[in-house]
């Protein structure tokens, strides 16, 4: 099982459900799981500051307890944000962009593809080397919930679909 599809497949899921009745699904999926690396990092340097800890006061005293809770809370943290990358979705139909996230509080985000006035598309050298990217969505003066997609997954193809519906004749043919 992938964590997210390829260029030219959905992943609907009970995507559906965020859809209107005459709405059409283009493209579905989560966050690309590099989203992730950056609390997995701050939590690995948590367990080896708190296991130097415990080796400098041979497990004993407060300052080994505390080390543990930390130790509890760094991995609880990590837990919770995988749980949130799990559950944020980016879907692109034939007449919005909606990115549906929150873990308690479930948030809706949409922006119609006829408001855009302009998207900037751009990939870092890491998003070159894992396959994602970030878009900036733009519509003429108003704030919106929508302003940035990061750790997009397949974002070339993504990109071509966006510019065929926003400039060309409608959503490409899927296979």
């Given amino acids: 099982m992938r964590l997210w599809p ?28 590099t989203f992730l690396w950056r609390v997995a990092l701050e939590t690995t340097v948590a367990v ?16 080994a307890d505390i080390g543990w809770v930390a130790l509890l809370l760094a991995f609880l943290r990590l837990a919770v944000i995988v749980y949130d ?6 879907m692109i139909t034939d007449r919005r962009i ?7 509080v479930k948030k809706v985000n949409t922006m119609p593809l006829a408001k855009v006035t302009d998207l900037t598309y751009r990939r870092t050298g890491p998003g070159k080397l894992f396959g994602y990217g970030t878009f900036v969505v733009e519509s003429a003066g108003q704030e919106h919930g929508l302003r940035e997609l990061r750790f997009v997954p397949t974002p070339d193809a993504l990109y071509a679909d966006l510019c065929e519906m926003m400039f060309g004749a409608g959503p490409p043919p899927r296979p």
Avoid at 48 to 63: H, Y
Avoid at 98 to 104: D, M, P, S, Y
């Fill in 6 to 33: 390829r260029a030219g497949e959905t992943d609907t899921g009970e995507d559906e459900r965020w859809l209107a009745s005459r709405e059409n699904l283009v493209s579905s999926s989560r966050l690309h799981p």
């Fill in 98 to 104: 909606i990115r549906v996230h929150g873990l308690i």
């Fill in 85 to 90: 990358w799990h559950d944020i979705r980016v």
């Fill in 48 to 63: 080896l500051i708190i296991g130097t800890v415990e080796l400098v006061t041979d497990g004993d005293g407060d300052l």
